[in-house]
């Protein structure tokens, strides 16, 4: 049995330079199985960014990341199996079918025909999808196709999965389709990642958090931890607290 306590994204000294602009400064964290980290900040803090470089869409300028012991910068297509990202760009393919989007998306990560239409089934069902898969998603309701972002970006079933505020723009519905995905994965060992400025969401789902504010972590650990160390009550306290401190020094 994995040990729990190991950290599947371990992230170390992260930075990321365009040109004169330090977009993530040395940015330290660690995530695990069976848990919902929170990575918060307003936006332009640099959650994006960090996202990005972790998942080799970036290059990263200083430091390294490593997701289940492979590092980006020496195995970047083995990190590119072991992740998955839902963004607030929910991106159908709205001529095919739900069931040939995943399709698709299945063959980019090189899955076998077997593997991929069981892989899609399960997630029909865990989706509760069935009644849609083979209607054109240009048909689908902002909730249908939120739905099919989700199956689409975790296909392959990746041990880590990253989602970037993935409930912005989204009606109290869709949104509680993702909250509940990601809450199923957690109760399924998986490490997710919920990368968010909505701090109320935040603090009902995560245990431990890091605060990014200018591309630096302000504050890492349980949120209970924060909380006492900034003498809060709540998340967003502490996080007004913390991010308050930054400005002023």
Do not use: W
Request: hydrophobic share 40%.
């Amino acid at each position: 049995m994995e040990d729990q306590a190991t950290p599947l994204l371990d992230v170390r000294g992260l930075t990321k330079r365009f040109k004169d602009i330090t977009a993530i400064d040395h940015v330290s964290f660690q995530a695990r199985r069976g848990e919902i980290f929170g990575l918060l900040g307003p936006n332009g803090a640099g959650k994006t960014t960090t996202i990005r470089v972790i998942s080799t869409v970036l290059s990263v300028t200083e430091g390294t990341a490593t997701v289940d012991g492979f590092d980006i910068r020496k195995a970047p297509e083995e990190v590119k199996k072991q992740l998955g990202v839902l963004t607030t760009d929910i991106g159908v393919y709205e001529r095919f079918t739900g069931r040939e989007n995943l399709r698709y998306f299945a063959a980019l990560y090189g899955m076998s025909p077997d593997r991929t239409e069981k892989r899609i089934d399960e997630l029909l069902d865990l989706l509760d999808m069935r009644d849609f898969a083979d209607r054109r998603s240009g048909t689908y309701s902002t909730g249908m196709k939120q739905k099919l972002a989700i199956a689409r970006s975790v296909i392959h079933d990746p041990d880590l999965i990253f989602f970037d505020e993935p409930t912005a723009g989204l009606d109290v519905l869709a949104a509680r389709t993702v909250v509940r995905f990601m809450e199923r994965a957690r109760d399924h060992g998986k490490c997710v990642v919920f990368s968010t400025h909505i701090l109320h969401e935040a603090e009902k789902l995560c245990t431990r958090v890091a605060i990014i504010h200018r591309g630096i972590v302000v504050g890492d650990g349980t949120v209970e931890s924060l909380e006492h160390a900034t003498t809060t009550s709540n998340l967003e306290d502490a996080f007004l607290a913390l991010v308050g401190k930054e400005r002023r020094s």
